[in-house]
């Protein structure tokens, strides 16, 4: 059974950080990319990053490049998503998401997911 549990998210003042994690198992967790995406209410969920599990590269939406940091420890089966300089825009539910079919390859897109982890509320209040 495909589970993904993602953990952190809180209660952080403008300026501030968290450290989002993403615990994988049920599938081959180095030959797949992993994804971190949020999501608003009243609003479509967003892609935030990816890493892709061939050689590890990253990829961020314009809104979080420079103040996230994507990273993943093999060994574990985690995903971290490193947030600094946290804004009041990056407000949201976070999750993270694997597509099996994507060859380990990112973007990881929001119709190509096959599963979601549980969200973790992220709030940073100004």
């Known amino acids: 059974e495909v589970q993904l549990q993602a953990s952190g998210g809180g209660l952080v003042q403008a300026g501030g950080s968290l450290r989002l994690s993403c615990l994988a198992s049920?599938?081959?967790?180095?030959?797949?990319?992993i994804g971190w995406f949020r999501q608003v209410p009243g609003k479509e969920r967003e892609g935030v990053s990816c890493?892709?599990?061939?050689?590890?590269?990253?990829v961020y939406t314009d809104s979080v490049v420079g103040r996230f940091t994507i990273s993943k420890d093999n060994a574990k089966n985690t995903v971290y998503l490193q947030m600094n300089s946290l804004k009041p825009e990056d407000t949201a539910v976070y999750y993270c998401?694997?597509?099996?079919?994507?060859?380990?390859?990112?973007?990881?897109?929001?119709?190509?997911?096959?599963?979601w982890g549980k969200g973790t509320q992220v709030t940073v209040s100004s």
């Open positions: 998401a694997v597509d099996l079919e994507n060859l380990g390859d990112c973007p990881i897109y929001y119709y190509g997911v096959d599963y």
């Open positions: 049920g599938f081959t967790f180095d030959e797949n990319a």
């Open positions: 890493i892709s599990s061939s050689d590890g590269s990253t």
